[in-house]
């Protein structure tokens, strides 16, 4: 099966703009769930998606929003970026996400000037 | 609150020499934990986690639950080993925490020639 696949892999982005990042998981997984990972913070989580309903969420502002498509793509969008967003977003992958081993794609490298 | 601690952020070892890396938790529940790896230019990647109670790549981890820990141990270390290793928990059972992992900030393992 094909893995996890993000796109785009690096953006570059000014304060106040808005991205969307897009996360395709392995063929029949239906959980997927997203990750910031920063130098200063390491990986934190974001929120997941199960059966396009978000199912959880981590503590971050509302400008970060996510959703998840009838086949399972998700994707994240943060509005009115800010410096302190730039960071290596991670999407995974589970079957149904209720313990199961995550999948983790590439993910995308959003840098904001 | 569920929280993984990895007390060493680098750890050096030689080529042949025993290495062990170590990871605490605190959670309430029956957690499912896990090692992820990530290799340079790579993605994170599962190496183990403890319910299947695998040795991968000569890695195993026992789960203590009496002192709540979950060390990567492998008896002699190779230089490909080099990475950085996180380990990371999540809730097994139904609940708010679905489908989430906690990770420990992570231990950079580097094994000389």
Redesign the interface.
């Known amino acids: 099966k094909a893995?996890v696949t993000q796109t785009p892999r690096y953006l570059i982005k000014t304060r106040g703009q808005q991205v969307t990042l897009s996360c395709s998981p392995i063929s029949g997984h239906r959980?997927v769930?997203w990750?910031q990972q920063t130098p200063g913070q390491?990986?934190?989580?974001l929120f997941?998606y199960?059966s396009e309903t978000q199912?959880?969420k981590?503590n971050f502002p509302g400008r970060f929003s996510g959703r998840q498509f009838s086949n399972s793509r998700s994707e994240m969008n943060v509005s009115t970026l800010e410096l302190g967003d730039s960071a290596l977003y991670?999407c995974?992958s589970?079957d149904?996400?209720?313990?199961e081993?995550?999948?983790?794609?590439?993910?995308t490298r959003l840098l904001v000037l | 609150a569920q929280r993984v601690t990895q007390p060493e952020k680098l750890l050096s070892v030689f080529k042949g020499a025993p290495v062990e890396l170590k990871c605490n938790y605190s959670y309430s529940g029956s957690p499912?934990l896990?090692w992820?790896v990530q290799y340079s230019r790579q993605?994170?990647?599962?190496l183990l986690?403890h319910i299947s109670r695998e040795s991968i790549k000569g890695f195993t981890a026992d789960l203590n639950k009496g002192e709540t820990s979950f060390h990567l141990k492998k008896p002699f270390a190779q230089e490909e080993d080099s990475a950085m290793y996180?380990c990371a928990l999540?809730?097994?059972?139904?609940g708010?925490?679905?489908?989430?992992?906690?990770?420990?900030?992570?231990t950079q393992l580097t094994v000389w020639p």
């Open positions: 893995g959980s769930s990750y390491g990986l934190q989580f997941e199960f199912r959880n981590g991670l995974a589970s149904s996400g209720t313990g081993t995550q999948y983790f794609g590439p993910g | 499912e896990f992820y993605r994170l990647q599962l986690r996180y999540s809730h097994r059972s139904r708010s925490t679905l489908g989430r992992l906690y990770f420990g900030r992570g």
